[in-house]
């Protein structure tokens, strides 16, 4: 079993669609967990860290369920923009390095 | 302020050779890891290195090695490359007890 598992993608929607992005990891130590952005052929960017009581940041929500080991994304009112691979990513307790998912594709359409 | 840079941007190297990458963290962050990504693949860790020292090491072969300067900014070494070995290469830096890191732009290796 992988340690960080996302959604095979790509997710094609239209502009303004609402779209989620699940993901689960195996090691119950983890302590630290974030969803990062990565546009094409560009490195990873830190869009958010998750929170166990949820944590919204404009049009995105994220939410994170330790007992199910299950991390979520939402993205609300899609924007062209948005368009990019989303990394879900997993820390454990002490350690800053990053164990990433395979990445899931979003094309945003006009 | 300067984010993470990285040198090269892009290098294309023989089977066989040898490649020495470059990173300057961000002023005041002191770890700097090291990240492989191949295509389709998220990235994976490879060194992290924090005040000189090795703090931790992913499954990659003896053919990789890094070290941090005492300005904080590292190398990465590759010896004997394979065609395996072509990918974006990242490093990002965090501050210490924090998990957020910053990543630069990468170098992106060819090997043929």
């Known amino acids: 079993r992988k340690e960080v598992e996302q959604d095979p993608g790509p997710f094609n929607v239209p502009e303004g669609a609402t779209v989620a992005f699940n993901c689960t990891y195996s090691?119950?130590?983890?302590?630290?967990f974030f969803w990062y952005r990565q546009d094409c052929r560009k490195e990873p960017k830190l869009l958010m860290s998750?929170?166990?009581s949820g944590n919204e940041d404009g049009r995105f929500t994220a939410q994170l369920n330790r007992a199910s080991q299950y991390i979520s994304l939402l993205i609300r009112d899609s924007k062209l923009s948005d368009s990019a691979t989303y990394l879900c990513?997993?820390?454990?307790?002490?350690?800053?390095?990053?164990?990433f998912g395979k990445g899931t594709m979003l094309l945003v359409s006009p | 302020d300067a984010g993470v840079t990285q040198s090269p941007t892009h290098l294309i190297k023989t089977r066989g050779q040898q490649v020495t990458l470059r990173c300057s963290p961000i002023?005041?962050?002191?770890?700097v890891s090291w990240y492989q990504q191949v295509l389709g693949q998220g990235p994976q860790f490879i060194f992290q290195?924090?005040?000189?020292?090795?703090?931790g090491r992913g499954n990659f072969p003896d053919r990789f090695s890094a070290r941090q300067f005492p300005n904080y900014s590292s190398e990465l070494n590759v010896n004997a490359l394979l065609l395996g070995d072509s990918a974006l290469y990242l490093c990002?830096?965090?501050?210490?007890?924090?998990?957020?890191?910053?990543f630069g732009q990468g170098t992106r290796l060819t090997v043929v």
């Open positions: 090691n119950s130590a983890s302590q630290s």
């Open positions: 002023s005041g962050h002191k770890s």
């Open positions: 998750v929170y166990s």
């Open positions: 990002a830096s965090s501050i210490p007890g924090r998990t957020e890191a910053f």
């Open positions: 290195y924090y005040e000189k020292e090795e703090r």
């Open positions: 990513v997993v820390s454990l307790a002490g350690y800053s390095t990053l164990t």
